[in-house]
Nanobody, 120 residues
Framework: QVQLVESGGGLVQAGGSLRLSCAAS????????MAWYRQVPGKQRELVAE???????NYGDSVKGRFTISRDNAKRMGYLQMNSLKPEDTGIYYC??????????????WGQGTQVTVSS
């Protein structure tokens, strides 16, 4: 079992910043990719940012230049620094982690989500 817990969401004014955190725990051998997704009512969940085990990153077009994804492999933590927030960034942010368990089984886990609300 792999568990993910997100934190750091909240209410912020447009132009402000938030930092989301994702803590992974359980029978983890290795974490390959970590990603953040965003979902708003009536729309599909969309990729915000992802980072590989080697540190390569990929961002959604709407957040490029404003958001930064990072990870701490030793602590099994992932982060999303969100700057210059816009009202359209509002949504539930989910952490997603892919990797291998201590039993060499692949896993793909989701956190419970954290709400981010940006007021205009």
């Amino acid at each position: 079992q792999v568990q993910l817990v997100e934190s750091g969401g909240g209410l912020v004014q447009a132009g402000g910043s938030l930092r989301l955190s994702c803590a992974a725990s359980g029978s983890i051998l290795s974490i390959e990719a970590m990603a953040w997704y965003r979902q708003v009512p009536g729309k599909q969940r969309e990729l915000v940012a992802e980072i590989t085990s080697g540190g390569n990153t990929n961002y959604g077009d709407s957040v490029k230049g404003r958001f930064t994804i990072s990870r701490d492999n030793a602590k099994r933590m992932g982060y999303l620094q969100m700057n210059s927030l816009k009202p359209e960034d509002t949504g539930i942010y989910y952490c997603n982690v892919e990797g291998y368990t201590e039993y060499y089984h692949s896993f793909n886990s989701w956190g419970q989500g954290t709400q981010v609300t940006v007021s205009s």
